[in-house]
Nanobody, 115 residues
């Protein structure tokens, strides 16, 4: 099993920044993908960004240029730097681990952006 613990969420004003962290532990495959998803009330969960063990990244169009995903394999941690936050970024953000044969979700961390 892989355990994921998110942190760094909170309440910020429009234009502010937050950095989310997701610390992984357990049976982590050498080849894996870590991703951030978010889910706003009444909406489907959507992929925000992902990063492979080879550091290949993808981003949703809505966050491209504002968010940056990165990982520290030594620390088994993935980060999501969120800048220029908008109210529409308000959601619960979930960390996801995708290994060779397994995948796991964190419990989520709330991000709220006020106008």
């Amino acid at each position: 099993q892989v355990q994921l613990v998110e942190s760094g969420g909170g309440l910020v004003q429009r234009g502010g920044s937050l950095r989310l962290s997701c610390a992984a532990s357990g049976s982590i495959s050498s080849g894996n993908t870590m991703a951030w998803y978010r889910q706003a009330p009444g909406k489907q969960r959507e992929l925000v960004a992902s990063v492979t063990s080879g550091a290949y990244t993808t981003y949703a169009d809505s966050v491209k240029g504002r968010f940056t995903i990165s990982r520290d394999n030594a620390k088994k941690t993935v980060y999501l730097q969120m800048n220029s936050l908008k109210p529409e970024d308000t959601a619960v953000y979930y960390c996801r681990y995708i290994g060779g044969t397994t995948n796991y979700w964190g419990q989520g961390t709330q991000v709220s952006v006020s106008s």
